[in-house]
């Protein structure tokens, strides 16, 4: 059975930080490549950050760029985004992606979301 379970949203202060996590169990971690994305009231689901499944290449949206991290740990099948200089902006529910394409076919799995709100 996959599972994805995202945890470390909350609430926070602009300009504070948070850091995101996304547990996996049930399929092999190593060879899918991970992503966070994260859809705010009102609006479409937007990709936030991505990291492939070897850990050297990774891409930001450019919203976030220079204030978001993407990071994963093969070993504890986690993928982390730390989130720093948060805006009002970022406030969405972020949700962690996992993908793989092998065989010509697609694996997409997704976890059930973490809500970020960033107020004063």
């Known amino acids: 059975q996959v599972q994805l379970v995202e945890s470390g949203g909350g609430l926070v202060q602009p300009g504070g930080s948070l850091r995101l996590s996304c547990a996996t169990s049930?399929?092999?971690?190593?060879?899918?490549?991970m992503s966070w994305y994260r859809q705010a009231p009102g609006k479409e689901r937007e990709l936030v950050a991505a990291?492939?499944?070897?850990?050297?290449?990774?891409d930001y949206a450019d919203s976030v760029k220079g204030r978001f991290t993407i990071s994963r740990d093969n070993a504890k099948n986690t993928v982390y985004l730390r989130m720093n200089s948060l805006k009002p902006e970022d406030t969405a529910v972020y949700y962690c992606?996992?993908?793989?394409?092998?065989?010509?076919?697609?694996?997409?799995?997704w976890g059930q979301g973490t809500q970020v709100t960033v107020s004063p």
């Open positions: 990291i492939g499944s070897a850990t050297i290449s990774s």
């Open positions: 992606n996992a993908r793989r394409v092998w065989v010509g076919k697609q694996y997409d799995y």
């Open positions: 049930g399929f092999t971690f190593s060879r899918y490549a």
